[in-house]
């Protein structure tokens, strides 16, 4: 018999989604670190529909955290003052220019790099949720679409949350918690 999936509350379900959004949309990432447990310890999901609601969830909050953290950080700004700096000296060849601007996107403000994250996993996650789309064991999203829209929901609520909390959260809080789920990750991985 297979587990039964548990729902408390549609306010449980829109709160980890506002959650695991705001978490996500101040520290740039997808949220899948926080939403996993939450799906399948608090939610009993079986793994495989885990994977697929994740990615649904994952591809919301990245989809939202983009633009609204761009409100407080504006990535035209930073891009321009990326390429004013990076001009090549008269004669200098392309390559050195692509490794200055590697080393100044990796030694980014910790804020400019979560949302150049963001940006660059966008089209990434697009396109492997619309191949994957194509199979099968995709149908657990119509199973669970009323779970999915408040989830959702609260999530696009918490991706705002996060996104005006990251003009006031400083870079040292943003880097200590981005360390904390970058050991904790590691440590499950060890495990496995």
Same mark, same amino acid.
């Given at each position: 018999?297979?587990?039964?999936?548990? #729902?408390?509350?549609?306010?449980?379900?829109?709160?980890?989604?506002?959650?695991?959004?705001?978490?996500?949309?101040? @520290?740039?990432?997808?949220?899948?670190? #926080?939403?996993?447990? @939450?799906?399948?310890?608090?939610?009993? #999901?079986?793994?495989?529909?885990?994977?697929? $609601?994740?990615?649904?969830?994952?591809?919301?909050?990245?989809?939202?955290?983009?633009?609204?953290?761009?409100?407080?950080?504006?990535?035209?700004?930073?891009?321009?003052?990326?390429?004013?700096?990076?001009?090549?000296?008269?004669?200098?060849?392309?390559?050195?220019?692509?490794?200055?601007?590697?080393?100044? $996107?990796?030694?980014?403000? @910790?804020?400019?790099?979560?949302?150049?994250?963001?940006?660059?996993? $966008?089209?990434?996650?697009?396109?492997?949720?619309?191949?994957?789309?194509?199979?099968?064991?995709?149908?657990?999203?119509?199973?669970?679409?009323? #779970?999915?829209?408040?989830?959702?929901?609260?999530?696009?609520?918490?991706?705002?949350?996060?996104?005006?909390?990251?003009?006031?959260?400083?870079?040292?809080?943003?880097?200590?918690?981005?360390?904390?789920?970058?050991? @904790?990750?590691?440590?499950?991985?060890?495990?496995?």
């Amino acid at each position: 018999m297979p587990p039964t999936h548990h #729902f408390p509350s549609s306010g449980n379900c829109f709160g980890g989604g506002a959650i695991i959004g705001a978490l996500g949309g101040l @520290i740039g990432l997808g949220g899948a670190e #926080f939403r996993l447990p @939450i799906l399948i310890g608090f939610f009993n #999901f079986p793994a495989l529909e885990v994977v697929i $609601l994740n990615k649904a969830m994952s591809l919301v909050v990245v989809a939202t955290a983009l633009p609204f953290r761009a409100g407080t950080i504006p990535l035209r700004r930073y891009s321009r003052s990326l390429a004013d700096r990076n001009q090549p000296p008269c004669g200098e060849p392309d390559r050195r220019l692509v490794r200055r601007r590697l080393g100044l $996107l990796f030694g980014a403000d @910790i804020k400019l790099a979560g949302s150049l994250s963001l940006a660059v996993s $966008l089209p990434t996650m697009v396109v492997g949720f619309t191949r994957y789309s194509r199979a099968q064991s995709f149908s657990v999203i119509g199973r669970n679409k009323s #779970f999915l829209l408040l989830m959702a929901a609260g999530s696009i609520v918490g991706t705002y949350i996060g996104g005006k909390l990251l003009g006031i959260v400083p870079n040292a809080v943003l880097l200590l918690a981005l360390a904390i789920i970058l050991l @904790i990750s590691a440590v499950k991985v060890w495990r496995h």
